[in-house]
């Protein structure tokens, strides 16, 4: 079935340092979205990408779809504390568009 | 607009016991979505409903999970009996449906501990 892995799984950053999570599907994707899920809470929407090659701008974050639509990537500048928590991408394939979400890279930012 | 609704937010029991979720998604979504979320996981689809139909359980632990939903509306999930490895958050999700429609929108969960 389709997997999809992302890595760093963990990842520190002093506040004010940028910080990247990739994601990386088995399978050739219809589109992938990014969500959020913070510290005891449910995973929140951020975005969707459906081209191939398309990169997204949201402030300080950055989105990019590869070419091959089988990874992903978020780029945030300059993380805040507000930037903590998990983010999670999932990736929909099929003619149902079954959703499958990533292991996830949780972001913790040092003040 | 209301969001998606979960009962209860939390519940405990005993191995061996049975439990039902209850979720009611946005209203006009087709498309409901049942995830297990192991502490320090990604979400794990157990099922997806299009309206009242299945078209996908293929993870879901047939032997004592089951889900139904009801005139394409609220859905529960029961597990019966409930083992250790249940202990988890169960989220429920909804979305118009579609290529472009299933952005998701999520409930609070209902958190699960089995002794």
């Known amino acids: 079935g389709q997997q999809v892995m992302q890595i760093p799984q963990y990842q520190h950053v002093q506040e004010g340092e940028d910080f990247t999570t990739y994601c990386n599907s088995s399978t050739t994707l219809s589109n992938i979205q990014w969500y959020k899920q913070r510290p005891g809470g449910h995973p929140v929407f951020l975005i969707q990408?459906?081209?191939?090659?398309e990169v997204k701008k949201q402030k300080r974050l950055t989105f990019q779809f590869g070419e091959a639509k089988k990874n992903s990537s978020l780029h945030i500048t300059a993380t805040q504390t507000t930037d903590v928590g998990t983010y999670f991408c999932?990736?929909?394939?099929?003619?149902?568009?079954?959703?499958?979400f990533g292991t996830g890279t949780k972001l913790q930012v040092i003040p | 607009e209301a969001g998606v609704a979960q009962s209860p937010r939390y519940k405990i029991i005993e191995k061996r016991q049975s439990v039902a979720f209850w979720c009611n998604p946005i209203s006009g979504h087709a498309t409901l979505y049942w995830y297990q979320q192991i502490l320090g996981q990604g979400p794990k689809l157990l099922i997806q409903f299009q309206n009242n139909g299945v078209v996908d359980d293929s993870q879901l632990p047939k032997d004592r999970f089951s889900a139904e939903r009801l005139k394409g509306v609220d859905s529960t999930l029961k597990i019966q009996p409930a083992k250790l490895e249940d202990s988890a958050v169960y989220l429920c999700a909804s979305s118009l449906g579609g290529t472009l429609g299933n952005i998701q929108y999520f409930g609070a969960g209902t958190r699960l501990s089995v002794l």
């Open positions: 999932a990736g929909s394939s099929g003619g149902y568009q079954k959703v499958t």
């Open positions: 990408l459906v081209k191939s090659g």
